[in-house]
């Protein structure tokens, strides 16, 4: 009995055991985590306040996983144009070894403010959707460093679906499975191309209108094929049929 958490990884087991392709489960959460699993006083401190908060979490904030790309974005859309609302990329985790300074000082290099990159600590697994609603926009800027990192699909697209979180994220194999089924939710991104990252926010950072549809997207989607109580009916259906 085989599962994977992505069709790339199906695949690749299929190939590299020689097996029949295993079923995907897909890694996504209820829709019950959408609301009430967090203090509301701690929810109205999630947003900054004011302008656009762009949205990023993992459980370490550490390189190559495509935040020095958003900062230079950032800077990229501020040169471009004065009347955009402020940017403020807030990063949920835990900071690597000297990460932090690392991306201070590249966001000071490109222009950004030090209150644009804003820190918010790790939190209940299980208030992770309602928190990253309290957001405008999710990243999930996977750099395909590696084979696995190219077929998975991270649980952070997912959340931000869920959440209602238009998304911005990079083409890798597994996002662009994603893509398929959410187009109108999510927005892909070569690999390290951060013209197109800033391409690509700018033009929901200028059009609330577009941005909402987006979201309202984001939504259906989520509700309609990228929940658990989508998925578990095709995890229940695979085991019935494996014990029988």
Known sequence: YV?????????????????????????????SERSGRTPPDELREEHPGCGISLYWYSQPIGPNRGLEMVVRAMGQIQDRSEDIPRLTLSLRGGWADGYESTLRSLAHSVGLEDTQIRHLTRTPPDQLIERAAQHDIGLALEQ?????RDLCITNKIFAYLLAGLPVVATSTKGQRFVHQYASDAVRLCPVEDVDEVANQLLQWVRDTPDRKKAAAAACRVAENRFSWDVEKETLVSTVRSTLE
């Open 144 to 148: 395909a460093k590696s084979r696995n």
């Open 3 to 31: 599962t994977a958490a992505s069709p790339g990884i199906a695949a690749a087991y299929a190939d590299e055991l020689g097996i029949e392709e295993p079923t995907t489960i897909l890694n996504v959460f209820p829709r």
